[in-house]
């Protein structure tokens, strides 16, 4: 039996992950990593088939973008074996992966696997009333930025990711109305208009954008900021969290907790919409919960997203704006 099971979506980017599996695999046999291929076939077969795989002995690895690893995640956690998850990014944002501090490199997420360290990490939980458990690395978000998420997703898919990101946003904001929501948590309620609630349990979202910059995926809370301003402030800060610049903000207000409650004040009518890690769940209310070292991964011993934007920005993501 090999040691990894490796679950990649022939489909994902028009069939290019083709390419980009063939050249993973050529790493992975020069690495003499131990691995068997498997290809999803609808969505949420990653689900179920890393579950099963998982119950099968295999520590298993998510091939591919955001929605890929998120499903994976969740069938690895689901299967309750306590075996290994991992990541190889290949999509056009890789947040997930960015999460526990593997960069958006193919040669090198295989040589992280080939070094064959782990460790464990918080794990956020997103429940709604009618939905089974979500689990997610990164953040979950409502209002704006999570229906930006919902539109990207059934978009055109041959642009490149953050483009098309990008040029949702803007068609997104011109027919936005902001709405009263009401965010409860451990000790601290939040109630009035906001564009968008982010929980973070990891820093990024939407192919490296910091809305939740300060949160860690170790330190047993979420990260919650509350944003709250106009259409013009919104779209002129929008660059902003690529460089990690945009908290502290007057417009936005910052929260930690380890729950979260959020749900509309004004009755049920057009509610908010969720997503997590790029997968839209559906309406609010939502409740989420962190899960301290929900799963172990396989991970670099040093956080290597963190250390490449320092070399970038001469600062982390996390360091407070002096």
């Known amino acids: 039996m090999k040691d990894y099971a490796i679950i990649y979506n022939p489909i994902s980017a028009g069939g290019k992950i083709r390419n980009e599996i063939e050249n993973a695999t050529g790493y992975l046999q ?15 077969h990653a689900i179920s088939l890393a579950s099963e795989l998982a119950r099968e002995g295999y520590n298993v690895i998510g091939a591919g973008g955001d929605g890929t690893c998120n499903e994976v995640l969740n069938g690895v956690i689901t299967s309750s074996t306590g075996v290994l998850c991992g990541f190889i990014p290949m999509g056009s944002g890789n947040d997930i992966p960015g999460a526990i501090g593997i960069p958006p490199h193919i040669k090198r997420a295989c040589e992280i696997i080939a070094e064959n360290k782990s460790g ?114 919104l779209l002129t800060d929008f660059n902003k969290m690529y460089k990690a610049r945009t908290i502290p903000h007057p417009c936005i207000r910052e929260y930690t907790s380890k729950n979260v409650i959020i749900e509309m004040v004004n009755g049920t009518d057009d509610p908010y919409i969720c997503q997590v890690d790029g997968e839209v769940l559906g309406s609010i209310p939502v409740r989420y919960e962190i899960s301290k070292d929900g799963c172990e991964f396989i991970k670099p011993i040093v956080d290597e997203v963190a250390e490449a934007f320092k070399k970038k920005h001469d600062r982390y993501f996390y360091d407070p704006i002096l």
Request: aromatic share 10%; net charge positive.
């Open 120 to 233: 464990r990490v918080d794990v956020g939980v997103a429940v709604r009333q009618e939905d089974k458990k979500r689990y997610f690395l990164g953040i979950g978000s409502q209002g704006f930025c999570a229906l930006v998420t919902k539109k990207t997703n059934e978009g055109k898919k041959g642009l490149n990711g953050t483009r098309n990101y990008e040029i949702t946003v803007i068609k997104t904001l011109f027919g936005w109305k902001n709405k009263e929501i009401k965010v409860t948590m451990d000790n601290d309620v939040h109630e009035g208009p906001a564009n968008l609630v982010a929980v973070g349990n990891g820093p990024s979202y939407g192919g490296w954008m910091y809305m939740c910059q300060n949160a860690r995926v170790n330190d047993g809370l979420f990260h919650i900021s509350v944003v709250n301003m106009g259409k013009l402030k």
């Open 30 to 44: 020069k690495l003499k990593v131990s691995f068997e291929l498997y290809a999803s076939e609808y969505p949420g």
